[in-house]
């Protein structure tokens, strides 16, 4: 077995340990699943750490409205294959239900008011942990993250209150009201990802794959036309073959030029570039420096 292979198994054996530890540990779990890739991933970890039984969790996907299409019927589509159950948090509820202002501008995100949702579908579900499949390697402030990240009876993580997670023991115990977010493949990379993927002809939305898109070139970046962004005069649109590293919302997530068509040329792809995902293609991310960070310490994700 090549090194490639053993490095992917022991991967995949942390992911399941964590996952199994996860349902021993907390009473009422749940996994947030939106239909793009790592939470893809995520469901095929539960299927080998659970199946034949049922997952011991729902899954959950907090909507923003803003979604890609594909993204939403990849995701009920796999929730139909598998069998279990999914529990939608709506954005747009959240707003009219707190009367949040939106972000302004020509590229708005739900970012920040996604929390307002999700906090609300942990408190009305009960639930005590919620399983992710953020990674170490997407941003500077998941990076400070332990797999078992405690949050507050507001949602929100401090990064200076971090527990120590030394020989892989995960400590699940947490103050009446507090809240645990974990992440089962912090340690993976977007390549170890896009491995896993091959190695297990794991299925995706097409748009993750190239494909002919009109955008709007936006700062040297391609933004999709829909029906949240459409061009102006002073607009320069073109039609170009792209794909998608990383699936937010239609709004504020970028294409990336690419002939890649199958999961081998995405790897390649991957292999040559110096960039992370969500710094060529979240434009939300590059408001500041602390942009993810403000948003965690408020209860995001």
Same mark, same amino acid.
């Given at each position: 077995m090549s090194n490639s292979k053993e490095y992917l198994n022991q991967l995949e054996d942390e992911a399941i340990y964590i996952l199994r530890e996860t349902a021993a540990q907390f009473e009422k779990p749940a996994l947030l699943f939106s239909g793009g890739k790592d939470s893809i991933v995520l469901v095929h970890l539960a299927l080998k750490a659970f199946r034949p039984g049922k997952f011991p969790f729902p899954l959950v996907h907090i909507d923003t409205g803003h979604n890609f299409p594909e993204a939403i019927a990849f995701r009920d589509y796999l929730v139909n294959q598998i069998g279990e159950k999914l529990i939608v948090g709506s954005v747009e509820d959240s707003i009219k239900k707190y009367n949040l202002k939106e972000t302004q501008g020509r590229f708005p995100s739900r970012n920040a008011l996604q929390t307002y949702a999700l906090l609300d579908t942990i408190q009305e579900n009960e639930f005590d942990a919620c399983i992710g499949g953020a990674r170490r390697d997407e941003e500077k402030a998941r990076a400070k993250e332990r797999i078992f990240s405690v949050r507050d009876d507001f949602g929100q993580w401090d990064p200076k209150l971090q527990r120590p997670e030394l020989w892989d023991i995960l400590n699940g115990?947490?103050?009446?009201?507090?809240?645990?977010?974990?992440?089962?493949?912090?340690?993976?990379?977007?390549?170890?990802?896009?491995?896993?993927?091959?190695?297990?002809?794991?299925?995706?939305?097409?748009?993750?794959?190239?494909?002919?898109?009109?955008?709007?070139?936006?700062?040297?970046?391609?933004? =999709? *036309?829909?029906?949240? &962004?459409?061009?102006?005069?002073?607009? !320069?649109?073109?039609? /170009?073959?792209?794909?998608? $590293?990383?699936?937010?919302?239609?709004?504020?997530?970028?294409?990336?030029?690419?002939?890649? =068509? *199958?999961?081998?040329? &995405?790897?390649?792809?991957?292999?040559? !570039?110096?960039?992370? /995902?969500?710094?060529?293609? $979240?434009?939300?991310?590059?408001?500041?420096?602390?942009?993810?960070?403000?948003?965690?310490?408020?209860?995001?994700?």
């Open positions: 115990k947490v103050a009446k009201g507090h809240n645990v977010r974990v992440f089962p493949i912090s340690n993976w990379t977007e390549l170890d990802v896009w491995n896993y993927i091959q190695k297990y002809n794991i299925e995706l939305p097409e748009l993750y794959f190239a494909h002919d898109r009109e955008c709007i070139v936006h700062q040297d970046k391609l933004v =999709a *036309t829909s029906t949240f &962004i459409q061009p102006l005069p002073t607009d !320069t649109v073109v039609v /170009e073959k792209v794909r998608y $590293r990383t699936v937010g919302d239609m709004t504020c997530t970028a294409a990336v030029p690419s002939e890649a =068509a *199958t999961v081998q040329d &995405i790897i390649e792809d991957i292999i040559q !570039t110096r960039i992370s /995902e969500r710094g060529q293609t $979240r434009l939300d991310d590059q408001l500041s420096e602390a942009a993810m960070e403000d948003r965690k310490k408020q209860g995001y994700f």
